[in-house]
């Protein structure tokens, strides 16, 4: 009999952030394996969820039949419990959550408060939560999810050309969407601070999510007259996101929190060094001795990190032996689908369509 799963996410699935590439590569997976997957892309805003959004759930479950499995993106879920509540009974619902929707920086704290509520009360709905990383499992314990209904899929690793990260002066890296979690703005503090050391730095990351916060990083820079230096560069298609790490001499994500940090492993896999902070995940990411964590948000640690590693040549070199060795044991989408396979498989199968 075969394997059949609706995989539901809010928006477009074809999005470019961490999270959905995620989940399109568990979906590709998922089929090679031999599952019949269908992708339902929802209407509306999340994750605070809008009337629109919580019709187009109900919609898209209430139409399944009944003992279907369902995983759905944390990002829909988490915002609508009375949806999931509804039709947890009929359909085995799953859980996929790439970080609790509260932990996101910059919330008004009532919002902050709302999504602790709700999306407590969607997790007690569901029959399986996975996460994208052991840290997250255990950060959902805190809401009061039982071990036993955990499980954690860490992402793959497509393989990268390897860079020769040998470059002086060294060119910077940062790949994230420019949103206030992922501190650009203190990776821009911090460059400044080191303006009188020789690098060049490029930032590559959509800047539609939080039109405010890019606008507000694109205002640092130029009010710290290093356009000449730090370019912006948006969110780019995949042969000039090869091209930027295959150019790149360290790669530096200043988040203040991960649920996992998909980017680490993808400069790894291209064998670069990294600089990192420990926000959340991201202090399991990182391989020992393939890069440097820092304190998230701590202007002056990344400040001064980055003054020892532009300036020292070897300790860079170092670092970059030591992602090369690490790229080797990196696991790859086809490991990751499999073990998201052998979750799902923990659940009452479907019934033949």
């Not at 998201?340 to 033949?352: Q, R």
Request: glycine share 10%; net charge neutral; proline share 7%.
């Amino acid at each position: 009999m075969s394997h059949r799963l609706d995989f539901i996410v809010p928006g477009d699935p074809a999005q470019r952030t961490g999270g959905y590439l995620y989940d399109a590569r568990i979906v590709e997976e998922l089929r090679r394996l031999g599952w019949t997957v269908d992708v339902h892309g929802l209407p509306g805003r999340f994750p605070d969820a809008d009337p629109t959004a919580r019709d187009a759930l109900h919609a898209t479950l209430a139409a399944l039949p009944a003992g279907r499995r369902v995983v759905i993106d944390g990002l829909a879920l988490g915002g609508l419990p009375e949806v999931a509540i509804e039709h947890a009974g009929r359909l085995p619902l799953v859980a996929l959550v790439h970080h609790p929707l509260a932990d996101e920086r910059g919330l008004d704290p009532v919002l902050r408060r709302c999504l602790l509520a709700s999306e407590r009360a969607a997790l007690a709905a569901v029959r399986m939560a996975i996460t994208t990383s052991a840290f997250t499992a255990r950060r959902l314990l805190d809401f009061g999810v039982r071990a036993e209904r955990i499980r954690w899929v860490e992402p793959g690793t497509a393989p990268l050309p390897l860079s020769a990260a040998d470059g002086e002066p060294p060119h910077l890296l940062c790949v994230a969407s420019l949103t206030p979690r992922k501190g650009q703005d203190v990776l821009v503090r911090a460059l400044e601070r080191v303006r009188a050391l020789p690098w060049q730095c490029t930032l590559i990351g959509s800047a539609s999510r939080d039109p405010g916060y890019a606008d507000e990083i694109a205002g640092l820079v130029r009010r710290a007259g290093l356009e000449d230096r730090i370019r912006v560069a948006g969110e780019c298609a995949d042969a000039a996101l090869l091209e930027a790490y295959a150019a790149a001499d360290l790669f530096v994500l200043p988040s203040h929190y991960e649920g996992y940090g998909m980017v680490v492993a993808e400069a790894i896999a291209a064998g670069l060094p990294v600089l990192a902070t420990s926000g959340g995940a991201l202090a399991a990411t990182l391989p020992p001795g393939a890069g440097v964590h820092v304190p998230p948000g701590d202007v002056d640690a990344l400040a001064g990190t980055l003054a020892e590693l532009i300036g020292d040549r070897s300790r860079r070199l170092c670092l970059r032996d030591g992602a090369r060795l690490a790229r080797a044991s990196l696991r790859s989408w086809t490991q990751a689908g499999e073990a998201f396979a052998a979750a799902l498989a923990a659940l009452a199968p479907a019934p033949a369509a």
